[in-house]
């Protein structure tokens, strides 16, 4: 699978995937890695109704995802996979799925204390050690970014500010 984008964004599938990240990434595929949402059949069916017949839609825990993404190329198909939190995105790259960039999309921290980095980004302490140990550990560019058309902003820059 050529992953075009990889993503946090806890409303997982919305308008901004399917009506600007599909059409910049030339994506036909996304990739739903959440182990809320597998095997829950009424949120499934939910995130497969809206998204187009022409676009592939893969609904899976992270576990599996992680010891099993490369099972799912198809013809050097692209898609987007999405992760409903920082901790499972993590939590797969631990797991086995490597990948260099990472896009911050929308996150509500589950932390009291969390801090507003942007309008649509709220990140906890768990959110930002989380974060920190992609950059460490994997050396992966972590943009912060609800749509392509939005200049991508560090996440270090902005942990910077809240670290002070």
């Known amino acids: 699978m050529d992953i075009a984008l990889v993503r946090v964004d806890n409303r997982l599938i919305h308008g901004q995937i399917l009506e600007a990240w599909l059409p910049f990434t030339g994506a036909s595929r996304i990739v739903v890695v959440d182990d809320r949402v597998a095997g829950d059949f009424f949120h499934e069916s939910v995130i497969r109704m809206a998204v187009p017949d022409s676009v592939d839609v893969i609904i899976i825990s992270v576990e599996e ?17 999405l992760f409903g939190t920082i901790a499972d995105v993590l939590r797969a790259y631990k797991l086995g799925f490597k990948f260099n960039r990472l ?52 996440i270090m820059d902005i942990i910077k500010k809240v670290a002070n």
Request: hydrophobic fraction near 40%; charged fraction near 20%.
């Open 65 to 81: 995802f992680a010891r099993n993404y490369a099972d799912y190329a198809v013809n050097g198909q692209k898609a987007i996979v």
């Open 103 to 154: 896009n911050i999309g929308n996150v509500e921290s589950g932390d009291e204390c969390g801090q507003s980095c942007s309008p649509s980004v709220v990140l906890g302490k768990n959110d930002i050690d989380d974060l920190l140990t992609l950059l460490n550990l994997a050396g992966v560019h972590i943009e912060m970014r609800r749509v392509p058309r939005e200049t991508a902003v560090n």
